[in-house]
């Protein structure tokens, strides 16, 4: 898939649909009592690093870790199950800024980090069975600056993104209010059904070892607890079906990570944010019928693009099977109100709604638009999925930090509070804060964190580690002190469109 960043002038299908089978409500006949490590979450987060731990395990020198993954509700069902899949970063920009923030250095390799997971999430994918698999010109030139400084400084990025001015934007685009388009090839821009995907790699982990994996959903997890001295084990994790007991525990809980560990509550907040899917006009191309532009094809695995207008940024995902739309966005729409709020199940604003339902054909313009298609895709979920133009809307809790940065690593006692008796035996970990990224950025800080867990359990150094993890997603003080919960509303509301 090809992938375009947009700049135009202003003018569901139940991501969980069907659910898994043999993923969404399952749950051990009892509660494992104890385990080597409890991961609380079970979205990309971690899926990536259960997967991680247990196959990439290779080294005599760890065993094969029991792992204890807890679900509140059904598996995925958090941002990962809710989101549009579209694994495309925008290097140029997000260069640009992490150099604000972090040193050069660091900003390079966040960069490549990011853009690594096109590869990493097709490699991964391969590997499981078949059915898993407002004023613009001025933008777009700051965009196209920011484009120059990346291909200048990281060029093994930037020489996969090309730009596209007014003309050959609209052609590939259809979007006649085009101003300019900056694209990026397959090697750094895809889409994926996170559901899908995450479901069908549970389903494989747990195949493939029953004895090291379990998963427990609708299984909440209340509190955490360090053990007394005489406890074999570090941690007690307290759900509402029992106790486990532990030496590692992992948040992959993305905004509700501060529920375990409150020192995180000034700098990782949750906002409530909207999706939606949508059936197209008729007018619109298939997958693969789009006009070329890359090598002079469109691939079979259609078109995905970020729009940028009126200061805020919407995106578009085609479906490969079906041809149907994913939108996300509510660009010039920002909703304060829904910072800090974490109840998925309600329906977008009426604003919000309203946008999501009529931006589309605005966006291409009625006559490339066409007429409104008939031929809805049978269905058997007619309760959630609606037959017309807009199949669904629905809303995600994001989970954002001050710095723009997840928190990838270990937490120390002043995060937690929480003594640790013996922690050459384990500790407390948090993979969080994906800013509305986190398609390219949580598996592969699900594979970093395994990382660290293993070489802790091998008493191992990390430091090979950090050849390609940036050391600026790791949980310190120092990160800490920099960042407060106002900061963190402000650039909530400053960049309201960045969707989980």
């Known amino acids: 898939m090809y992938s375009s960043i947009l700049f135009a002038k202003p003018f569901h299908l139940l991501l969980a649909n069907p659910p898994h089978p043999d993923v969404a409500d399952r749950q051990s006949e009892k509660l494992p009592e104890s385990a080597d490590i409890v991961i609380i979450g079970s979205g990309m987060s971690g899926t990536s690093i259960a997967w991680h731990l247990l196959m990439d395990n290779k080294s005599n020198s760890t065993k094969v870790p029991r792992i204890a993954m807890l679900e509140a509700r059904q598996a995925c069902s958090g941002a990962t199950g ?3 899949g579209h694994i495309r970063p925008s290097s140029y920009e997000e260069y640009v800024d992490a150099k604000k923030v972090t040193t050069q250095e660091q900003a390079a390799k966040i960069t490549k980090f990011r853009a690594n997971h096109v590869d990493a999430l097709i490699g991964a994918a391969n590997k499981l069975p078949a059915q898993g698999a407002g004023r613009l010109e001025e933008p777009f030139a700051e965009a196209v600056r920011q484009w120059e400084t990346l291909k200048k400084e ?6 996969e993104w090309g730009v ?23 090697k750094v821009a895809g889409a994926i059904w996170g559901y899908r995907f995450v479901t069908n790699s549970l389903k494989m982990l747990l195949d493939t070892y029953p004895k090291s994996l379990s998963l427990d959903t609708h299984t909440t997890a209340t509190a955490v607890t360090a053990t007394s001295k005489n ?15 532990a ?5 992959a809980t993305n905004s509700w990570s501060p529920h375990f560990v409150p020192m995180l509550g000034d700098a990782l907040a949750g906002g409530l944010l909207s999706m939606s899917a949508h059936l197209g006009g008729a007018g619109l191309p298939k997958p693969g019928a789009w006009p070329a532009y890359h090598n002079n094809v469109s691939l ?21 099977e079906n041809g149907e739309y994913m939108f996300g966005g509510g660009a010039g729409i920002p909703e304060p109100e829904n910072i800090n709020q974490y109840d998925d199940s309600v329906f977008p604003a009426a604003a919000t709604a309203s946008y999501l339902n009529g931006a589309l054909p605005t966006y291409f313009g009625y006559q490339n638009w066409g007429a409104e298609r008939t031929d809805f895709p049978a269905d058997l979920h007619q309760d959630v999925i609606y037959p017309g133009r807009t199949k669904r809307v629905w809303t995600g809790v994001e989970g954002f930090t001050t710095d723009a940065f997840p928190f990838v690593g ?22 969080a804060g994906f800013n509305g990224e986190g398609m390219d950025y949580a598996w592969l800080s699900g594979k970093g964190l395994s990382e660290m867990i293993r070489n802790h359990m091998a008493n191992a150094t990390n430091e090979p580690l950090y050849e390609w993890f940036p050391q600026a997603f790791l949980p310190t003080q120092e990160r800490l002190r920099k960042q407060n919960s106002t900061s963190v509303a402000r650039r909530d509301v400053d960049r309201s469109s960045r969707w989980v």
């Open 300 to 320: 079979p695995g259609g078109r995905a693009w970020s729009l940028f207008l009126r200061g805020g940024l919407d995106y578009i995902v085609q479906n490969p």
């Open 231 to 245: 406890s074999t084990h570090n941690f007690a994790v307290t759900t509402d079906r029992g106790t486990i007991l």
């Open 154 to 159: 990281v060029p093994e990025v930037g020489n």
């Open 82 to 84: 809710r989101n549009g």
């Open 164 to 186: 596209l001015q007014r003309d050959e934007a609209v052609r590939i685009s259809l979007m006649p209010d085009a101003v300019g388009a900056l694209t990026g090839t397959a």
């Open 247 to 251: 030496n590692h525990v992992v948040y």
């Open 410 to 431: 270990p937490l120390s006692q002043k995060f937690t509070n929480r003594a640790v008796k013996n922690r050459a035996a384990g500790g407390e970990w948090v993979s």
